[in-house]
DNA sequence: GTCTATAGTATGATAGAC
DNA sequence: GTCTATCATACTATAGAC
């Protein structure tokens, strides 16, 4: 219980450590553009050191990617056992992804750049399945929305998903923390465009 | 002027067929991951023959991307020089986008997954120039949306233009050609989404 | 926890025969 | 235009000393 020996005493481990710098790299160049020499250049140590605190560069990627995914689909569960309306849980699974862009956006980026060719490898088969989870959420959610009435009824659905998933993610490319716009800001102006358009005057 | 013995009688030279290989490859798995291997075993031949035709495998991507920019540029160059709205350039500057998608697949994703990486090379350094002109060109037609009052003036623009840019080429992701949906059909529902948005009632 | 040293493999590219 | 053969390099990963 006491702080005497445990091996994390202040934050991060060094195991932690090395994983962000790899996290970063990864996100900056893609998986398959890093080698493991890179991350232990950037660590400061030598390649074989690396290895020490890893299996191998794939148990590197599976860590970060997994961990992320683990914790972003406790949000969208508890979204989505929540009484907002279809339209109310739709905003807040997107205002949760932005916050996820902000909070982990090097993971999102891998996810974004190199989650389909890791998805060729049995040890990724997770990410499809989280994929077709993903999909299964947001296509019910605009569904509901339809029937409910509070969204428009003359769109193609899945045409719509695919515009909302993308649009929300690919934001990953260009925000950065720390300027001006906040990952609720841009989640504000995403919505009203999404939801009103960017027509002065429509409909 | 006959068609004696000209290198291309039929249609595709063995050239122009290898790079249309090497570029669906390269728009499937990306330009790192794909070995020059890789691209002789599609064709039949072996890696040290592909050396006959092309310089590198740098070689085949820059010419991929260059030739598809050139084009792509003649037609923005042309909306930009018409006699349309600023509102009615910004839709035919999104269809063409669309229709670029829908022709030249491979190009676009190659871009979408590659440029970044690329772009490190000062060969590549022409991605990042027709980068910021299409910035300006795109950003220019929604200011001048807004000045001409056809666009609401309550948005950010730069992160409207993010929006619309990001939203346009990611469906490169999706689209397949062939199916229900031609490239049309595709522009006319972003336009929609992105106009006058998915909300039932607004404004 | 890091280093030295290195094995084993994959990769981009070249030279010359056919 | 393709093949045979191969070079030089870069990569992931391992074994054992410190």
Redesign the pocket.
Known sequence: MSAAST?EPAGL???DE?LAIAGGLFAERGFKN?????I?DA???????????F????SMVDELLDTFQTELWKQYDAIEASDLTARGKLEAVVRASFEAIGEHRNEVAIFQSDALYLATFERFGYLIERNRKFRTLWTGLLEAGVASGELRADLDIALVYRFLRDTVWVAVRWYRPGGTLTPADVADQYLTILLQGIEKESR
Chains 1, 2 share one sequence.
Do not use: C, N
């Open positions: 091996p481990s060094r195991r090395l890093t080698t493991v020499r890179d232990a660590a400061g140590i030598l390649s074989g050191s690396l290895y020490h605190h299996d191998s560069k794939e």
